[in-house]
Structures are given as C-alpha cells and as structure tokens.
C-alpha cells in the first residue's frame, strides 16, 4: 500500500481547524501532512537572522495515526535573503520551501540550495516573469530539491486555472516529467482532494499520471527522509541518540572543532619555528 503525502496545508491556528485537516486527510488515503507556515523574508529576516516563531501543532485527535510534520515556505525577494538558508531556526521545521520572485534570484536559490531546502516553489497562479528553461531544474533534481506544484487555486478561479495549466505544462516538459512534488496548498479541508483525484486532476493539466502518482507518494517521502537527515544527523550520517546523555552528534561536532584547533596551532608552531 503507498504512502501517499500532503505536504503543503496552510498552518490552522485553531485547534479544532487542526483536527478537521487530519481527519479529512486520514479517511481520504493521506499518511502524512504538513501544515505549512510562509513567511516573506523582507519582514522577517534580521541582522542576518530569520526570525520566525515556531508554532505549536495542537491536535487532539488523530484516529489514523498519521504523520504530522511542520512546514516553512521562504519568499525571497532579495539576493540578501538567500542568507537566511543557514539560519539555525530552519532546523525546527522538518520541511523547508524557497519561493523565489524573479529569475536572478531563482538561480541563486538554485545555487546556494544546501541540505537544509528540499523545496522549489514557484507561483503558478500567474504567468511566470521568466521563461522556465531546463537549465533551472537539472540543478534542482541532482541536489534532490523537488519542484512543487499546488492546484488549490484551479480549483477557485477559472482564470487563474488557466495560468496554472500553461505553467504545469512548462514545468512538465522543462523537468522532463521528473522530481515534481504535487500538493494542495488549502486553507480550508474542503478543497482537499483525494490521491487518485489529484492524480486524474494533473493529468488535465499536462502531467502524466505516473509522475503525479510519484508526487504525491515516493517524492514526497524523499523529501521528508532529506529533512530528517538534515535536522537529526550530523553531516547525514551519524543519528541523534536522544536521553543517553550527550548525544554523538555534539561530541562528534566537538572533537571536530578540537581536531581543527590542534591542526591551526600545529600550522602556527611550524611557521614560528
């Protein structure tokens, strides 16, 4: 049986509205969700710092024993915020998403995505400012950062439908039907729609029904395998060990500064002597 994803809920501040997402997502077929927080970093990022508040899943029910995760979204809209990728509140989220504005600032993104993004989120609901070109997403899929495409908005306007189409297409042929991430982006459970039915949905919009079906299971669960790698390993290898003591990720982090230390003040001594 797959393990089908729903990675991009808007974070309900009621806990009732919590319960509502986890139930809706539960009977439909969903293992796992993440309520997302997006944060524009011109408000946010300070003296080289992004200052965002956790916030606090509160749900009291959960019949299915789903997985429930938390989400950051980053809108960049200046080459100074590409800072902001090695804050060290990002490794509270399990999942942290870029929202780039224009194309310098998508290829820089691009180039500075290090572990702590496994997201690209474009704004699809208007006509991309740039034209998409294959030379955007081949970086993205060699470093595992998956290109997300959310269809909450088709589903309100017809006019914005349109332009999520067009650029559905663009995406699909650009990334070569590969590394696509597929979500909702709802505020509310009712426009939430079932696996297969976002499946027959992509397909309307030009992406086949075997990379929809990978969307929303194993590239999902890619995702969510990076982030735990990111905020539960030192360097992707050595696990947290929690309540036995000091953990090995901080003693490793320790005698590597020291290793570093004795290394500088051995150079230091040669050149002296």
């Not at 009732?16 to 408000?43: H, P, S, W």
């Not at 989120?121 to 034209?131: A, K, N």
């Not at 650009?174 to 397909?203: C, H, I, K, Q």
Request: aromatic share 6%; charged share 25%.
């Amino acid at each position: 049986m797959e393990r089908f994803c729903e990675l991009n809920l808007k974070f309900p501040t009621k806990p009732e509205k919590q319960d509502e997402f986890v139930y809706l997502c539960g009977r439909m077929g969903y293992r796992t969700i993440a309520f997302n927080v997006t944060v524009d970093a011109n408000k946010v990022f300070i003296k080289n710092q992004l200052k965002v508040d956790l916030p606090e899943l509160r749900v009291t029910e959960n019949p299915t024993n789903m997985r429930i995760l938390r989400r950051l979204t980053i809108v960049v809209s200046d080459s100074n915020h590409i800072r902001a990728f090695n804050s060290p509140i990002l490794r509270k989220f399990d999942i942290v998403a870029v929202q780039p504005k224009t194309e310098d600032l998508l290829n820089q993104c691009i180039a500075r995505c290090n572990n702590n993004i496994q997201i690209l989120s474009l704004d699809l609901t208007r006509p991309l400012p740039y034209r998409l070109k294959h030379t955007h997403i081949q970086p993205c899929q060699l470093n595992n950062v998956y290109v997300e495409v959310c269809y909450v908005s088709a589903i309100k306007d017809s006019a914005t439908c349109r332009n999520i189409v067009s650029n559905c297409r663009d995406i699909n042929w650009v990334s070569r039907s590969r590394g696509l991430l597929v979500s909702s982006g709802a505020e509310d459970p009712l426009f939430v729609r079932g696996p297969y039915d976002v499946m027959n949905l992509m397909t309307v919009f030009g992406i086949p029904f075997k990379t929809a079906r990978a969307g929303l299971s194993t590239n999902p669960q890619a995702v969510i395998l990076k982030g735990r790698s990111r905020s539960q390993t030192f360097n992707g290898l050595v696990e947290k060990v929690e309540g036995v003591g000091e953990s090995l990720v901080e003693k490793l982090r320790l005698s590597k500064e020291g290793e570093e230390f004795e290394e500088s003040a051995s150079k230091k001594h040669k050149s002296g002597s």
